[in-house]
Nanobody, 125 residues
Framework: VQLQASGGGLVQAGGSLRLSCAASGVTLDYYDIGWFRQVPGKPREGVSYISSNGMHTESADSVKGRFTISRDNAKNTVYLQMNSVRPEDTAVYFC???????????????????WGQGTLVTVSS
């Protein structure tokens, strides 16, 4: 499973950004997907989760009401729409895949086997 995260960049506080996670070598229908973020010196933080069929999502309290996760299995892609971004959202964002029905703690990095390379999001104040 190869995951490619993209869409990061520099954005002003209050602005929006959409991250994409494209998969190759596998059909994403069989995988739950999580978005995580990490800043230097801190552990990787779970941001959002979506089940393989898109019926169940979870988000960290810090992004609820601002970030929305979605997926288009026909395009083999998962998205993270980031609205009303804040400087504290600055991080490298990763997408990760876990076998469907095997991810028990949605926002725990330990539940995911496959990881993309990350895309940097920088929010200026």
């Amino acid at each position: 499973v190869q995951l490619q995260a993209s869409g990061g960049g520099l954005v002003q506080a209050g602005g929006s950004l959409r991250l994409s996670c494209a998969a190759s070598g596998v059909t994403l229908d069989y995988y739950d997907i999580g978005w995580f973020r990490q800043v230097p010196g801190k552990p990787r933080e779970g941001v959002s989760y979506i089940s393989s069929n898109g019926m169940h999502t979870e988000s960290a309290d810090s992004v609820k009401g601002r970030f929305t996760i979605s997926r288009d299995n026909a395009k083999n892609t998962v998205y993270l729409q980031m609205n009303s971004v804040r400087p504290e959202d600055t991080a490298v964002y990763f997408c990760a895949a876990g076998q469907r029905d095997q991810v028990e703690v949605a926002l725990s990095a330990d539940e995911y086997r496959y990881w993309g390379q990350g895309t940097l999001v920088t929010v200026s104040s």
